[in-house]
């Protein structure tokens, strides 16, 4: 299983971006998520949505500001971020479980992407 990040970059505070995470090598549609590390921080779950893309679970952090989304038809996961803020610069990371319902610990994830930097400057 391969999982390939792309949509990072830099941006100004308010900014939106939208990040990509395709899937390869896996025969079935399992729930995704998205986690993020910041600098000398512990990762950090922002996102999650469950095999057919019915379910979605964000943290206060996020919510309302974040948005995950799925394709199954091109095995691809998305997360578009609005009203970026500094504080949420960090490499993002898209985690698949072999399971179908949502799963918010990184524990529960069996594959990670390589992750991708997203800089807001303020």
């Known amino acids: 299983v391969q999982l390939v990040e792309s949509g990072g970059g830099l941006v100004q505070a308010g900014d939106s971006l939208r990040l990509s995470c395709a899937a390869s090598?896996?025969?079935?549609?399992?729930?995704m998520g998205w986690f993020r590390q910041a600098p000398e921080k512990e990762r950090e779950f922002v996102a999650a949505?469950?095999?057919?893309?019915?379910?979605?679970y964000y943290p206060n952090s996020v919510k309302g500001r974040f948005t995950i989304s799925r394709d199954n038809a091109k095995n691809t996961v998305f997360l578009q971020m609005n009203s970026l803020k500094p504080e949420d610069t960090a490499v993002y990371y898209c985690?698949?479980?072999?399971?179908?319902?949502?799963?918010?610990?990184?524990?529960?994830?069996?594959?990670w992407g390589q992750g991708t930097q997203v800089t807001v400057s303020s």
């Open positions: 949505i469950n095999w057919n893309g019915g379910s979605t």
């Open positions: 090598g896996i025969a079935s549609t399992y729930a």
């Open positions: 985690a698949l479980t072999l399971r179908y319902s949502i799963a918010t610990m990184g524990h529960e994830y069996h594959y």
